[in-house]
């Protein structure tokens, strides 16, 4: 999977596309998880169709059906070297107050990780974290990310308060500001 990783990656290099590494992948490199379903990738949406093109070049594409509560702009499926990846610009989803969204912008990258010589971005743990709170049958994931936050620290304080100012179910809310504060 890292292989294959580093692979978009030296493709992905130099193009101006912003992206960056989320869901089981990013927990697994946090040491939060042990073993990564997938490769799931966002990208600026204003980016997605160059990722995608990219994509296409090196990887057989899948049928990328969306479902609810799923509001994603631009969702793709690839297969590449045996790997699954998804592709998603402009991720939102709906749950009982509304639409959540995020678009993914170069603030979002929390770090780079070094993978066969190539840096791969990756998405904060905090935005991961309230996205695994809206996906259904994910909480548990929400849980494990807040459990790491509460022992090493919120590292992007201005991404959870942007969350804040968009509706999210009250509970979510409330753990948000619990770590906050």
């Known amino acids: 999977m890292l292989n294959t990783l580093s ?8 193009k101006h596309i912003t992206w960056g590494v989320g869901g089981s992948l990013l ?17 600026d949406e204003t980016n997605a169709t160059n990722l995608n093109e990219i994509m ?16 994603t702009m631009n969702f793709s499926k690839y297969r590449i070297n045996g ?16 639409i959540y969204k995020i678009s993914l ?10 993978i066969n010589g190539v840096g791969i971005p990756l998405c904060s743990l905090e935005d991961w974290y309230i996205l695994y709170w809206l996906i259904p ?3 548990e994931k929400a849980l494990l990310i807040e459990s790491y936050l509460r022992t090493n620290g919120v590292a992007y304080p ?7 100012k968009q509706s999210l179910p009250l509970e979510v809310k409330e753990r948000v500001e619990g770590l906050l504060s």
């Open 27 to 43: 927990l697994s490199f946090y040491k939060i998880i042990d073993k990564p379903n997938d490769i799931d990738i966002l990208v």
């Open 137 to 139: 049958n994910k909480q």
């Open 7 to 14: 692979f978009i990656g030296d493709r992905l290099s130099n």
């Open 56 to 71: 296409l070049s090196i990887g057989k594409p899948k049928e990328a059906l969306s479902s609810d509560p799923f509001r």
């Open 158 to 164: 201005q991404l959870l308060e942007k969350a804040l």
């Open 105 to 114: 912008q170069q603030e979002s990258i929390a770090a780079y990780k070094k």
């Open 83 to 98: 790997t699954d990846i998804d592709v998603m610009g402009g991720f939102a989803i709906q749950h009982e107050e509304g």
